[in-house]
């Protein structure tokens, strides 16, 4: 039989199972918050996937708005067409600099920077490395899951019409032309008649 002390505390067995519990439990997390940051996979305990955020930065310039830029344009021409610049240096003003980086879950990351040299007001240099289309970009961005999706056919071809199995033959007569094809039934007005 189980005396409670003097002083109103649990046992000591009762105290030291707990910590044991808590201490087991601890380790446990430990070691499962461990093996997720390690993991080579992007899976946790192989079962679930994380979200992961797409991280987008600066502007995206492509080879059409590129081409649109000429010497000769005017800041506002050139920030119509491209956008503002996502650096800007007061020792500098005469160069704005277009970065634009992206990190997205199935797809590479990507990351260009394109330089262009003003003198005053006017546009005196571009200085861009290959840039990809629109199209190449929407492309490159797009998880490869997306790219070649299973679509189902949506029609039959002619030899898979032939293998339908046929209707069954009617054992009466087939319906004339002339029959209506409506319900035999008639309804009574929606309106009570005058």
Partial sequence: MHRPD????????AIGLSRQASAVALAGLLLALAGCSSAPTDRV????????????????????????????????Q????????????????????YVFTIR???????RRHIVLQFDGETLKT???PPLP???????????QRFL?????????????????????????AAPSPEAPQGPAREYPPLEPRR
């Fill in 6 to 13: 003097l002083h109103g505390q649990r046992p000591a067995g």
């Fill in 45 to 76: 305990l192989g079962l679930l996937t994380p979200y992961r955020v797409d991280i987008v930065q600066g502007n995206v310039v492509t080879q059409e708005q590129i081409a649109a830029v000429r010497p000769g344009m005017s800041r506002l």
């Fill in 78 to 97: 050139v920030r119509d067409v491209l956008g503002s610049p996502l650096l800007t240096d007061p020792f500098h003003a005469d160069r704005w600099d």
């Fill in 104 to 110: 997205r879950p199935g797809a590479e990351p990507q």
């Fill in 126 to 128: 571009v200085e861009a």
């Fill in 133 to 143: 289309t629109e199209r190449e970009f929407v492309t490159s961005i797009t998880p």
């Fill in 148 to 172: 070649n999706p299973k679509v189902p056919p949506l029609e039959l071809t002619e030899e898979r019409r032939q293998a339908l199995p046929k209707p069954p033959a009617a054992a009466g």
